[in-house]
């Protein structure tokens, strides 16, 4: 894969923690589309999961996550000719920061044994996944628009999800905001704590400083071990995740996009 020029230092600091004033994101102003305020008004009330101080029943989601009629038939009625009846998820993943939603509604349709509990800020993200959702038939997917890190805390039990995803978070360029990566040890370890036995930790990004450090900060969390055959650490792109149209553009342009996946043991 194509290198990127030298950058910064890729040292991982050891000691950053993510405290509630210190953010790995910056909430975006924009404008709603109307297909998403509409997307939001229609699917948001039964799709959207208010943040609350208290542990999610995971189970009770995924029983519960094909029996949205507005969004698909239920799966104990007659599927039309051809037509599969929809799966009762049998495995959960929890995404931080979906941007537009466009991986999390393509990965939703490659794995319908997978709930996926999609974490993200940003209003017209939310909205635009909402509308994918409702366009593409799609029932496994449930949103938190929330803080992760807090999300995390609150409501996913300990030692529950079969797997984490987190693609292209903001590398955040600058030495003096390297303290806003989302990738540091305190937080690794917070997420390995979530996973169960087996689970797996897959993030993804084009910016080489910060694949460095992530390849560094998961290397150094016990509790996981790198699933890359490459000598380099760095994973082949699993098959669910689709190549986005941000990063077709950038590969054409010569950029890397370096995957990582780790597996609890």
């Given at each position: 894969?194509?290198?990127?020029?030298?950058?910064?230092?890729s040292a991982?600091?050891?000691?950053?923690?993510?405290?509630?004033?210190?953010?790995?994101?910056?909430?975006?102003?924009?404008?709603?589309?109307?297909?998403?305020?509409?997307?939001?008004?229609?699917?948001?009330?039964?799709?959207?999961?208010?943040?609350?101080?208290?542990?999610?029943d995971?189970?009770?989601?995924?029983?519960?996550?094909?029996?949205?009629?507005?969004?698909?038939?239920?799966?104990?009625?007659?599927?039309?000719?051809?037509?599969?009846?929809?799966?009762?998820?049998?495995?959960?993943?929890?995404?931080?920061?979906?941007?537009?939603?466009?991986?999390?509604?393509?990965?939703?349709?490659?794995?319908?044994?997978?709930?996926?509990?999609?974490?993200?800020?940003?209003?017209?993200?939310?909205?635009?996944?909402?509308?994918?959702?409702?366009?593409?038939?799609?029932?496994?997917?449930?949103?938190?628009?929330?803080?992760?890190?807090?999300?995390?805390?609150?409501?996913?039990?300990?030692?529950?999800?079969?797997?984490?995803?987190?693609?292209?978070?903001?590398?955040?360029?600058?030495?003096?905001?390297?303290?806003?990566?989302?990738?540091?040890?305190?937080?690794?370890?917070?997420?390995?704590?979530?996973?169960?036995?087996?689970?797996?930790?897959?993030c993804?990004?084009?910016?080489?400083?910060?694949?460095?450090?992530?390849?560094?900060?998961?290397?150094?969390?016990?509790?996981?071990?790198?699933?890359?055959?490459s000598?380099?650490?760095?994973?082949?792109?699993?098959?669910?995740?689709?190549?986005?149209k941000?990063?077709?553009?950038?590969?054409?342009?010569?950029?890397?996009?370096?995957?990582?996946v780790?597996?609890?043991?």
């Amino acid at each position: 894969m194509n290198e990127l020029p030298a950058s910064a230092p890729s040292a991982a600091p050891t000691d950053i923690e993510h405290p509630r004033h210190i953010r790995s994101y910056v909430r975006r102003t924009g404008r709603l589309t109307v297909g998403q305020a509409k997307a939001l008004d229609t699917l948001g009330p039964q799709l959207l999961i208010p943040f609350q101080d208290h542990l999610l029943d995971l189970d009770m989601l995924a029983s519960t996550s094909n029996t949205i009629d507005s969004i698909a038939p239920r799966a104990d009625s007659t599927p039309p000719t051809g037509q599969k009846a929809l799966k009762i998820p049998t495995k959960t993943v929890f995404e931080i920061g979906f941007g537009m939603g466009e991986a999390t509604a393509h990965i939703a349709k490659v794995l319908p044994d997978t709930l996926f509990l999609a974490c993200e800020v940003h209003e017209p993200g939310v909205g635009a996944l909402l509308k994918r959702i409702q366009e593409q038939s799609i029932s496994n997917i449930r949103i938190i628009s929330y803080d992760a890190v807090q999300v995390l805390d609150k409501m996913i039990p300990k030692a529950s999800l079969d797997g984490i995803h987190i693609f292209f978070p903001d590398p955040w360029h600058k030495t003096r905001h390297n303290k806003r990566r989302l990738i540091q040890p305190p937080f690794v370890a917070k997420l390995v704590q979530h996973l169960k036995p087996g689970g797996y930790l897959h993030c993804a990004t084009d910016w080489q400083p910060y694949a460095e450090q992530m390849l560094e900060v998961l290397s150094a969390e016990r509790a996981i071990k790198n699933t890359a055959s490459s000598p380099d650490g760095y994973a082949e792109k699993p098959h669910y995740r689709p190549l986005t149209k941000f990063e077709n553009r950038g590969i054409k342009l010569g950029h890397g996009v370096w995957d990582l996946v780790f597996q609890k043991a």
